[in-house]
């Protein structure tokens, strides 16, 4: 069974700075996603990005990127010049293969984006 | 734009009772979901279905079951509600072909059990 951790459960960061979380995830799989999904407090679950395995080349969405170190199987997010937007639960999320297969969550991270 | 939408925001039930938490999507999604979000857990896969009248038994399917007598609507049944079922639900729905990447949520019910 695979896991995803994300060892952060809270943190903090002043307006336009950049903020780094982090995601690990356990699989023996070869074949897989990545994904990084925003839960504002609206409660509305927003899909930030999303990373194939077999892509070497990392992420990017705006002011949101990845780090995807496969070989550590380390996948952490990137926000840059944050916005008080950006305030959120943050999860990390896998899915193995390429199918209908379901996704495994992290336990999330709460992310605060001090004016 | 993909709306699922939630019948309630909020609801209060007693233990014991049967509860039913409804799910619609107006998509034409074939696959629909439903999690439970607990703080420090996460998001835990209770039941899915990739079809009318298909399920398939999640992470955590004790306690609940669920229903899918139309492709728009997947419902959550807690048979008896107990206390330690109090918690946030997510409905998600996604398109067959879409492995799953394109997972569209709701806003969530938030039960509490007395």
């Known amino acids: 069974a695979q896991t995803v951790t994300q060892s952060q459960p809270e943190m903090s960061v002043q307006e336009a700075e950049t903020v780094t979380l982090s995601c690990t995830y356990d699989?023996?799989?070869?074949?897989?996603?990545l994904f990084w999904y925003k839960q504002p407090p609206s409660r509305q679950m927003i899909l930030v990005i999303r990373?194939?395995?077999?892509?070497?080349q990392n992420a990017t969405e705006n002011r949101f990127s990845v780090n995807f170190q496969k070989a550590a199987k380390s996948f952490s997010l990137k926000i840059s010049d944050s916005q008080l937007g950006d305030t959120a639960m943050y999860f990390c999320?896998?899915?193995?293969?390429?199918?209908?297969?379901?996704?495994?969550f992290g336990t999330g991270t709460r992310l605060t984006i001090i004016p | 734009d993909v709306k699922v939408t939630q019948s309630s925001r909020y609801l209060v039930k007693r233990t014991g009772e049967k509860v039913f938490l409804e799910c619609v999507q107006d998509m034409d999604h074939e696959n629909m979901f439903w999690y439970r979000q607990d703080p420090g857990l996460g998001l835990r896969l209770i039941y899915f279905?990739?079809?009318?009248?298909?399920?398939e038994k999640g992470d955590i399917p004790e306690g609940y079951s669920v229903s899918r007598e139309k492709k728009e609507r997947f419902s959550l049944i807690l048979e008896s509600a107990s206390t330690n079922q109090t918690s946030m639900y997510l409905c998600?729905?996604?398109?067959?072909?879409?492995?799953?990447?394109?997972?569209?949520f709701g806003s969530g019910t938030q039960l509490s059990v007395l």
């Open positions: 279905s990739y079809d009318v009248k298909m399920k």
């Open positions: 999320a896998f899915m193995k293969g390429f199918g209908n297969e379901k996704l495994t």
């Open positions: 998600a729905s996604s398109p067959w072909d879409s492995q799953n990447e394109k997972l569209f």
């Open positions: 990373q194939e395995a077999y892509k070497q």
């Open positions: 699989t023996s799989e070869s074949n897989y996603y």
